[in-house]
């Protein structure tokens, strides 16, 4: 008899707010982190075995939660540990159209981040904004640095990032080598 699949999985991950960084575990179903976080049926995800700290002072621990419920549309960015965790391909691009690699630096009121985005077609910060209904948009390879804090640096396989929340976008030109 064949094993079965597990419907949910547990998914270590670092929430951030503007005040606070949530640092626990959540169960998602095969969809991953990026179908939890693009459901638009609620806007609450529960985190559980929680590390509370302020972003300010993001290795003082405020406290130590068995569980809490994080309203989706006040995250800045989920920061996720393994790229398999953001979810399936399709799901997580919003559609099985080849995809092109945009190295982007992206700021928001609290947050500067860099990565590599996974879009179809030429860069068009109007459609990434503004166009779809997914709310959390991944970057791979990124970085995260609070703005105000420098010391708080996160650097993830997968970050997915509210678009709702981004202040600007620029394409990172690619890096030419010397005497090239």
Known sequence: MPESIPTHRSVPADFLTGSYRVVGQVMVPGTGMVGILNDMTTS???VVDVKLARVHMATKLVGEYRAIDVVKP????????RREDVGPQALARGGFQQRMNYALRITTAVYELEGTLEWPGRFDLASILLEGENTFVPLYDATLKAILIPQLTIESPAILLNRRMVDLAVPIPEKREAGV
């Open 44 to 46: 609450l995800i529960q």
């Open 74 to 81: 006040n995250l800045y960015a989920v920061c996720l540990t």
